[in-house]
């Protein structure tokens, strides 16, 4: 059973930064094309950047030049860094893992930007 688990969120002023994490237990992370989502408060849940298996990167561009995607193989995890945050970007942030047509969701996490 794939699972995965996110941490990192929590509270931030704008302009700040905060690095998520997401461990991927039950399988090796490098089959699968990852991805970071996010959802508001009544709104819908958006793409905010994924990473494929062959390590390409793809962002909304809300987010291009402030937010990086990356993987650790060897800890069977994802990272998605976050800078410049924005009081709009306060969501919970959910990481995702994809292969053909399966997919797993985390539990998420909240992220808070206010001052």
């Known amino acids: 059973q794939v699972q995965l688990v996110e941490s990192g969120g929590g509270l931030v002023q704008p302009g700040g930064s905060l690095r998520l994490s997401c461990v991927v237990s039950?399988?090796?992370?490098?089959?699968?094309?990852m991805g970071w989502y996010r959802q508001a408060p009544g709104k819908q849940r958006e793409l905010v950047a994924s990473l494929t298996i062959n390590g390409n990167t793809n962002y909304a561009n809300s987010v291009k030049g402030r937010f990086t995607i990356s993987r650790d193989n060897a800890k069977n995890t994802v990272y998605l860094q976050m800078n410049s945050l924005k009081p709009e970007e306060t969501a919970v942030y959910y990481c995702?893992?994809?292969?053909?047509?399966?997919?797993?969701w985390g539990q998420g996490t909240q992220v808070t930007v206010s001052s």
């Open positions: 995702n893992a994809r292969l053909g047509s399966r997919e797993f």
């Open positions: 039950g399988s090796i992370i490098s089959i699968f094309a």
